[in-house]
């Protein structure tokens, strides 16, 4: 028993931490002016114990697998933007060139079905009083009934500029009064004269697809680009000079 009592006041004394004796009132003095003349030095950064302390393990407690995340975050990238609904009046976004010779513009012109002339001169007058006469018309994949001095909206012609003149070549039939002439298809010496009067972009159409329990929702928006067509002249039709009626 006396033994082992021995045994750990010999290990208390050794773990105990050594006392450092007390230091004379000069040096206490002596300290305390130099470490007031030192500069004054930021600590040194005291290193981690254990680095799971801060870099605690990752834990995943989801029930969905990584794919649906992915999904998620697609769906957030998605959505219109703030300035994307914000903008009532949005510009017509200028057009990159084509990189067409002007042949392969004349013939992609003609596919759809019409032909530039030119721009419009400012003494030119292509206007002229309202006549009892009508024409169809095919621009692209649609058809447009049309008479002198109309106006009508397309989609948006490429190569053609604001009051620039155009030749609408693919006439499907011309009416009057007094007679009719339908084509078959086409009335290939009928043509209508028009003047484009501006490029504009029709109303927002809301796009929304939802999938129902998949957290799957996408909504846009779509304007669709127009061309504004101002009807000056008809030919290939009989013409009385007593038929035209003043505006």
Sequence with gaps: MASRRCFLRLLSSRLAPQ???PLAP????ARTLTSLSEPLAHPAPRALASPRLYYPSRSHFATRSSGDEEDEEEHYDDEGSEE?????EEAVAAKKPSGKTEEEKIEEAAEIGYKVVGPLGSDEKPFKPYEPFFAVVQ???HQFKVSNGDSIFTERLKFCDVNDKLILNRVLMLGSQTQTVIGRPILPEASVHAVVEEHA?????IIFKKKRRKNYRRTKGHRQELTKLR????EGIDKPDTVAVAA
């Design 84 to 88: 994307e609904w914000g903008e009532e």
């Design 26 to 29: 000069v040096s206490i003095a």
């Design 139 to 141: 621009i692209g994949s």
């Design 19 to 21: 006392r450092s004796q």
């Design 201 to 205: 972009l029709d109303a927002k159409v």
């Design 231 to 234: 009807i000056t002249n008809i």
